[in-house]
């Protein structure tokens, strides 16, 4: 563990070396941002990457030396030295724990904190933004989709488009996923210093992307770095801020600046790119581990000039102990009839005369007399014309006939005819039969598609609106009868006249559409949000939530289709029918616990 605590950190430190050297101060943050990810990764990675070696098994046995310790340099370790060793670690692992529990806290406290600030203070709406109004004076900051403001500054209109686009830019971009990946590998490796200094460079450049992101939509450098200024130095750092988020910061203002009127040209941004690769590859052969193994035996087995001596004490035993039994009783098992066979095919001429004699059996005419030299040659032939044909390992033709033909004279002849003869071919297993596939199923469903619009849910008044929880909806809506309706705040205008009337059996409290317009769905109605959320049911809240979520959907889903005529209108209608369902439920709850007011009005 020691070591690869080692190699990952020199590993880091490399990666950050050549950051701070050639990437630091270029415009090319995308690509900054992207290198300080995979820094953190590849120093985990590459010390944990082992490569094998393989080797002939002759090669290591020429060199044992290498692989076997002397046993002269072994001492066994006294039991003082453990318990001194056994000591040490625990001590240590006593301290990384704590260390961990320790950060493990304070991460929790200050995710704790940001909640509290969400859920505590008023909120507002921007597209796909959520701005939180804080009492407190306060920087802006940012954490995932939530925008932190004070609330007297952006009630006043003191808080320049610059610095909300700059934020914005960081919930665009989602730098906060940065953050809770390096916050956790801070919790993880909390003693390496390094992780503190790699997090203040991904925050940094957090800002430089949120800056270039402000400057390329046409606001002047002087302008702007007058503005960052402005709110730097105005506002305590300290107050209201959780380490979380992304947040303009003083002390990088100077490097900000430089970096704003720095140029970088389309080539160095291309060779500083391509120089990451070789330095990659320098840090996976340095620093991953490498092994050498034998090479496992293949099919086609290669026999030794002679057998070793575990072989021939392992033939004398084996052949002593049937070589006892008089031949006429003696039966030899086919597992050590095989083994015999092998070891004493290995053997030289001269281990054979110094070994046991081969033990034979006479208990089958086939023993005592063999095969014929007509059959010895048939077998010999086939034999070597596979072993040939699998030495060569390609264009492998095996027929059944003459395997099995080779297996009979095989069984014909004796033991000494066997080893002096052809060695059995180690064939291949036959391939097993293909599994037939599953026959395809084809389910043919037709869905009708129908959005029910609640009359009460859309011309529902919300009354007593505080700030920022009223929502304005003028849109123009084509509806399944090409009926215009206008969908204003507290109405709702039919016109006079209906170009097509509703069938009968429809009612006045529904509209059923069984063929979905190839148009988008309309704006949702007005809604009120459950704030604080501590006076309200957890079944109205879970209802809030569910609306909130589908509707979310459903407007992405529509702004995407708008903009890339991608997809089907269908698709959107659906989502629209989902999301009305939720919408309905959770108006129904809200009516019943006062936060909406009931309708008096008859349409």
Not at 172 to 201: A, C, G, M, R, T
Not at 251 to 260: L, P
Not at 266 to 283: D, E, G, N
Request: with cysteine; net charge neutral; aromatic share 10%.
């Amino acid at each position: 563990m020691v070591l690869f605590l080692l190699k990952s950190t020199a590993c880091l430190a490399l990666f950050m070396a050549f950051y701070k050297l050639a990437l630091e101060n270029e415009r090319m943050h995308g690509f900054k941002r992207l290198y300080l990810i995979m820094a953190l990764l590849l120093s985990v990675i590459i010390p944990s990457i082992t490569f094998v070696d393989y080797v002939e098994a002759a090669s290591l046995a020429n060199h044992p030396n290498d692989f076997e310790a002397p046993l002269t340099n072994l001492v066994a370790p006294s039991a003082i030295e453990e318990s001194v060793t056994l000591n040490t670690t625990t001590f240590l692992l006593s301290i990384y724990f704590i260390g961990v529990v320790l950060f493990s806290y304070r991460f929790s406290k200050n995710l704790g904190r940001i909640f509290i600030n969400i859920r505590n203070n008023p909120k507002l709406r921007m597209q796909s933004f959520i701005n939180v109004l804080l009492q407190d004076v306060t920087v802006p900051h940012t954490f995932f989709n939530y925008i932190f403001l004070n609330k007297k500054e952006f009630e006043a209109r003191e808080i320049p488009e610059e610095v909300l686009l700059h934020e914005a830019t960081h919930a665009k971009q989602k730098h906060s996923l940065d953050i809770l990946f390096i916050e956790v590998l801070q919790i993880i490796f909390w003693f390496n210093p390094l992780i503190y200094i790699i997090k203040s460079w991904i925050k940094l450049n957090h800002e430089f992307l949120a800056d270039q992101a402000v400057l390329n939509q046409g606001t002047a450098t002087p302008k702007y770095q007058n503005i960052l200024l402005a709110f730097a130095s105005s506002t305590n750092l300290e107050d209201n801020q959780s380490s979380l988020a992304n947040a303009i910061n003083y002390s990088s203002i100077k490097k900000r600046f430089t970096v704003m009127k720095k140029r970088t040209s389309k080539q160095s941004v291309v060779l500083r790119s391509v120089a990451v690769l070789p330095l990659i590859t320098m840090l996976l052969f340095g620093f991953s581990e490498q092994i050498t193994l034998p090479k496992e035996p293949s099919a086609i087995q290669t026999f030794q000039n002679e057998a070793t001596e575990v072989d021939v004490d392992h033939f004398n035993l084996l052949a002593k102990k049937y070589n006892t039994i008089p031949k006429e009783q003696r039966h030899i098992s086919l597992e050590d009839l095989k083994i015999l066979e092998h070891i004493y095919g290995k053997m030289s001429l001269q281990q054979r005369n110094n070994a046991q004699p081969f033990p034979e059996c006479a208990d089958s005419k086939t023993h005592k007399t063999g095969a014929c030299t007509e059959e010895i040659t048939e077998y010999n032939a086939l034999a070597k014309k596979y072993n040939k044909m699998l030495a060569k390992g390609k264009n492998i033709r095996i027929l059944k006939t003459e395997v099995d033909r080779m297996a009979y004279l095989y069984a014909q002849m004796n033991a000494k005819q066997r080893v002096s003869a052809q060695r059995f071919p180690a064939l291949p297993e036959p391939p097993t039969a293909p599994t037939p596939p599953e026959e395809a199923i084809n389910v043919e469903k037709f869905v009708e598609y129908a959005v029910e619009i609640q009359e009460n849910a859309i011309e529902e008044i919300v009354a007593h609106q505080e700030l920022y929880d009223e929502v304005h909806v003028v849109e123009y809506i084509d509806n399944p009868h090409k009926e215009d309706t206008f969908v204003r705040k507290n109405f709702i205008v039919h016109p006079s006249s209906p170009s097509e009337p509703p069938a009968p059996h429809q009612s006045k409290t529904s509209i059923k559409i069984n063929n979905i317009q190839k148009t988008v769905p309309p704006p949702f109605p007005p809604y009120k949000i459950p704030e604080p959320r501590e006076q309200y049911s957890k079944e109205l809240l879970t209802a809030f939530d569910a609306f909130s979520k589908e509707a979310e959907a459903n407007v992405q889903a529509i702004a995407h289709y708008n903009k890339t005529k991608e997809g089907k209108a269908s698709d959107l209608w659906i989502s629209y029918k989902k999301a009305m369902l939720a919408y309905n439920e959770y108006v129904s709850l809200a009516v019943e616990e006062g936060l909406l007011a009931r309708s008096t009005e008859k349409k």
